[in-house]
Structure formats: structure tokens, C-alpha cells
């Protein structure tokens, strides 16, 4: 009698592994916010090291220069030789500190790819997306001087943190001050505000928790409790207005499908702010 042939087993499976487990749209949010904290953190104080060691070099230089020897090696004298950075100097910081905390956001974490760039580019050819830019900006203006001056009828006037930086930049640099506040600024706060953090929850489906979280962030960048004489109900009311700012802007992003009409309407924003500080003496 024949033997009939082996017939050959499959090879065992392998048992299947578990997919890895999707980070939620909110755990991301805040995975970026911490990112972007500890970044601008790092960034300003790797500035902040930068000037003091350019002041170093300027105050030992004119020491030596002028016969003096080096300071005294005490922290105290050490930094009244140093001094305080300036305008200038404390614009700079700022723009190295939060725009490459912005960049670094949006290159790592939310880089548009080609058909969100395509897009934008198809928005900016509308011209609804300019008219919306144009009511938006003029909403915010006039909603937070109304808010302004409904807070004043109680006794509430706060002193933004910036004030006295802006006012003295207007002062001695001004052209330099209209292109950070009017350009620079308007593209990394969008870019990092908007973009990243706001835009991750609208992708996800989200866009209301985005609009509140990413507008709570905006409002505590601006304003942090301790860094003024503001007392709580200036500070809210400052909240408040930037608060009203990020939402707007938010909403205007998911309404033209644009970041560049968001990065517009606030760059008109904070064109008005400084001509009514300069023209009219607001704050």
C-alpha cells in the first residue's frame, strides 16, 4: 500500500501585537504647551546669557580702556556693571525666545502639508476672506475698548506688562518697533497659538476646546499674574480682552481656512494699539 505524502502544516502565526496606542488630541495639546514652555523657557534664557555675556565684553572693554581694572567679583557689583537690558535688547529676547518656540512647534510637531498649503492659497484668492479679516479686526478693536471702558466705570484701568517696554521702544526705535509688533509678532503668536495648539484640536474634531484652551493660553502669555502691579480684577480684565483676541482670531482661522488672514487681522490689531499710543497717549 502507498503512502500517501506529508502534507505540510503552515507555519505557526505569530501572535498579533497590540497597535500602539494613539496620544488623544487633548493629551497633544498639552504635550505642546509643555513644549513650547520649557522651549521659550530654555530660548530666553540662553538670550538672556547672550546679552549678559555681549555686556560683559562692552563693560570690560571700556574698563580697560579707561584704566579701570576689572569690577569688583561680587554678584552685586557684577550685575550693577552689566545693568538692565534695554529695548532694543528686550525685543530681541523676546522675538528669539517665543518665535523659535513657535518655528520649533510648528516644524516639529504641525507642518502644513501640501494640500493645507493649497488651501490657504485658494482662501487667500477669495475676497470674503478679507472682508472677514476687516470685521474681525475692527470687532476686536472696538469690542476691547468697550471692554476698556466699561471696567473703567469701576474703578478698574490696568497697566498692560508691556506698556513701559512699548513706550520706550516708541521713543528710540521706532521703525524697528512697528516691524516687530505690526510684523514679526503677529506671525510667530498665530503660528504658535493658532496653528499648533488651536489647530490641533480643530483637526481633531474639537474646534470649541480648542478655541477655549488655545485662547486661555494667548491670554496667560500676555499677562502673567506677578510680573505687574495689576491686581486681580486688572489682570481679569486683561484675560479677558486677550482671551476675546484668541477667540476671535481662532474663529477667524476656521472660518476663511487661512492662518494668513488670523496673522492679518492681528497684525491690525496691534497696528491701531500703537497709533493710539503714539497719536492719542492710550494704553
Same mark, same amino acid.
Given at each position: ?31 505642546? /504647551? ?33 584704566? #579701570? ?6 554678584? =552685586? ?11 532694543? #535688547? ?21 507642518? #502644513? ?24 479686526? &475692527? /470687532? ?88 505687574? #502691579? ?41 497696528? =491701531?494699539?500703537?497709533?493710539?499710543? =503714539?497719536?492719542?497717549?492710550? &494704553?
Amino acid at each position: 500500500m502507498s503512502a500517501s505524502a506529508p502534507v505540510s502544516a503552515p507555519p505557526p502565526v505569530p501572535p498579533a501585537s497590540a497597535a500602539p496606542r494613539a496620544v488623544s488630541p487633548l493629551a497633544g495639546f498639552f504635550i505642546d /504647551l509643555g513644549i513650547a514652555a520649557v522651549t521659550l523657557f530654555g530660548l530666553s534664557l540662553i538670550s538672556g546669557l547672550l546679552w549678559g555675556l555681549y555686556r560683559g565684553v562692552v563693560v570690560g572693554y571700556a574698563n580697560a580702556q579707561a584704566g #579701570a581694572g576689572a569690577p569688583e567679583a561680587s554678584s =552685586v557689583s557684577v550685575a550693577a556693571s552689566l545693568g538692565q537690558p534695554g529695548a532694543l #535688547a528686550q525685543i530681541l529676547m523676546a522675538l528669539f525666545a517665543t518665535g523659535g518656540a513657535a518655528l520649533l512647534l510648528y516644524f516639529w510637531r504641525r507642518p #502644513a502639508n501640501a494640500g493645507e498649503r493649497h488651501a490657504s492659497r485658494q482662501a487667500l484668492r477669495r475676497p470674503s476672506t478679507w472682508g472677514w479679516t476687516l470685521l474681525v479686526a &475692527t /470687532l476686536i478693536v472696538l469690542g476691547s475698548n468697550g471692554i476698556a471702558f466699561l471696567a473703567k466705570q469701576f474703578g478698574v484701568e490696568p497697566v498692560p506688562t508691556n506698556l513701559a517696554l512699548m513706550q520706550s521702544a516708541i521713543a528710540r526705535f521706532p521703525l524697528f518697533l512697528v516691524l516687530f509688533a505690526v510684523v514679526l509678532a503677529p506671525a510667530y503668536e498665530e503660528l504658535l497659538f493658532r496653528r499648533v495648539l488651536f489647530g490641533r484640536l480643530w483637526k481633531a474634531g474639537r474646534p470649541w476646546l480648542g478655541v477655549v484652551l488655545s485662547s486661555l493660553a494667548f491670554a496667560l502669555i500676555h499677562e502673567i499674574p506677578g510680573t505687574s #502691579a495689576n491686581g486681580p480684577a486688572e489682570i481679569a480684565q486683561l484675560w479677558l480682552v486677550y482671551g476675546g483676541m484668541g477667540a476671535a482670531f481662532c474663529w477667524l482661522y476656521q472660518r476663511t481656512g487661512t492662518l494668513w488672514a488670523a496673522i492679518t487681522a492681528h497684525a491690525l490689531n496691534n497696528a =491701531v494699539a500703537l497709533a493710539a499710543m =503714539v497719536f492719542l497717549g492710550s &494704553t
